[in-house]
């Protein structure tokens, strides 16, 4: 083994040799990617990962010829996600060797948008909930608070919404907005003007529903919650609007369903027309989201309404019947302190909504600012804000009960979703640990069936383009059939 510990020896590219029973390159990449180097199959360096009896271990090779070997770790089953585990720890063990030093790992070796499911499997296999944070830390380097953060949301979200319950959720999509925000990756469209256009659109929507109806009585499925998000569904014309609501209810609020959700998150586009609809058909969830409290941000980030505007459209809301009212904030936008984030989080405290959602910035390749450097804040600045979130949460009575995680996520950090007691979005937990079905309607939705396993999915994207979506849509609806087709009746 070297002695030089130090950076002299790393390289800015390596290439990659396996000797394992599975191809391991992007977990490989991505521990790499917290030294700062990138795979390259001309690489100055050389990154061997091979079994070694039942285990694995790594090897660095400098451009000149001096090897690092990293410990060996102990494979416990031969299963892929076991040697993906063991393949990470003996690659940030060797680059750690080589470099002289740790790597910085907000969430471990937890690399995936949905650290849940993990927790969920460990679980299911029968290791003990007081047992779990600490197996997490030993086996998978999460930091005690967030291993801690983790099994207190999947110890809830089993209370909440158990797997053995064959509920499941229905989402439609609509992928309009009335502008297009700086930072979002969403694959929205700005909403046509013209009332015929709308009602065109509907008109497909209407057919995919029905087409949903007919699965629902065909395998007698047991639905739990509407979503209908985007986009910005509220963006559509009054008359439009009114139409696509009351489509939902008559078709799809079913006698299981419990909660009705509209993500009506554009301020700019609310009006008290729209909000009499989502009462008279029995919407009894809302979101509406400001990001920021600060004008200056809305306005550097392309939104067209300001902090009034919110203030305005959530005390609409608070004085309807709509029960459950949540908000979203974003640490991290354009130009924005750690006080004007601390600010709008006490903004948001004081109105004490139902729901908080507390997003870290994460710009996706499709976003228009994505690759610039936008946020001034540092990652421990926007670690000590994502904690600044939680205590706001707690002072308002809401505990955390869903979380996510994004690719080029400002410090590798997560979005956090908290709800006071009674008001957790069973939509959110049903999507996001994907333990239940979902059935997506509209451009970008998804179906999702988990499988007897527990563990892997049945899936289906319907295509983001609206006239991909709106001219094969009979088709996509057989697809979308056949992930049932080997279900029990």
């Not at 969403?186 to 209407?206: A, C, D, Y």
């Not at 209908?228 to 696509?244: Q, V, Y």
């Amino acid at each position: 083994m070297s002695s030089r510990n130090d950076d002299e020896m790393m390289s800015s590219d390596y290439k990659l040799v396996q000797k394992l029973p599975y191809d391991l390159t992007r977990p490989v990449a991505e521990m790499a990617a917290f030294f700062d180097i990138l795979p390259h199959s001309d690489g100055a360096a050389l990154l061997t990962v091979a079994a070694d009896a039942d285990s694995c271990v790594a090897v660095w090779q400098a451009a000149d010829g001096t090897r690092t070997v990293s410990r060996p770790f102990t494979v416990l089953q031969d299963v892929r996600g076991e040697w993906v585990r063991c393949t990470k720890l003996a690659v940030l063990d060797v680059l750690a060797r080589v470099s002289g030093r740790e790597a910085a790992l907000p969430w471990g070796i937890l690399t995936g948008v949905r650290p849940g499911k993990l927790a969920h499997k460990l679980l299911d296999g029968g290791l003990n909930g007081a047992a779990l944070p600490q197996y997490l830390q030993r086996h998978y380097l999460l930091p005690a608070k967030q291993a801690q953060l983790l099994t207190e949301i999947c110890l809830l979200q089993r209370r909440l919404l158990p797997a053995a319950e064959k509920q499941f959720g229905i989402y439609i999509g609509i992928p309009f907005c009335p502008t297009r925000c700086s930072y979002c990756s969403f694959p929205s469209g700005i909403v046509p003007r013209e009332e015929e256009l709308q009602q065109k659109f509907l008109n497909f929507i209407e057919q995919d529903i029905l087409a949903v109806v007919q699965l629902i009585s065909m395998y007698k499925l047991n639905a739990t919650a509407v979503y209908i998000g985007g986009g910005t569904p509220t963006s559509l014309s009054e008359t439009a609007f009114a139409r696509l609501i009351g489509l939902a209810a008559r078709h799809l609020l079913l006698p299981g369903v419990r909660e009705f959700t509209v993500e009506a998150g554009r301020p700019d586009c609310f009006s008290v027309e729209k909000l009499k609809v989502m009462e008279a058909y029995g919407v009894n969830r809302i979101s509406v989201n400001p990001q920021t409290l600060h004008d200056k941000t809305l306005q550097a980030i392309g939104r067209s309404h300001t902090v009034r505007d919110f203030y305005q459209a959530y005390e609409l809301v608070r004085h309807s019947s709509i029960k459950t009212v949540n908000t979203d904030l974003i640490i991290g936008l354009p130009g924005e302190t750690a006080a004007d984030v601390r600010a709008s989080l006490d903004g948001i405290r004081a109105l004490a909504p139902d729901n908080l959602t507390v997003h870290t910035l994460t710009l996706k390749k499709s976003a228009p600012l994505f690759g610039a450097q936008l946020s001034s804040l540092t990652a421990e600045e926007a670690e000590a804000l994502v904690a600044y979130g939680g205590e706001t949460a707690a002072a308002m009575g809401m505990l955390p009960y869903y979380l996510y995680r994004q690719h080029y996520m400002l410090g590798n950090l997560a979005n956090i979703g908290y709800a006071a007691s009674g008001s957790a979005s069973l939509y959110n937990i049903q999507m996001m640990e994907e333990r239940h079905t979902v059935l997506g309607i509209g451009p970008a939705s998804a179906t999702k069936v988990p499988q007897a396993d527990g563990h892997h999915l049945k899936k289906l994207n319907m295509p983001k383009d609206i006239g991909t979506y709106t001219g094969n849509l009979p088709q996509l609806a057989h697809k979308r059939s056949l992930l049932f087709a080997d279900e029990e009746e």
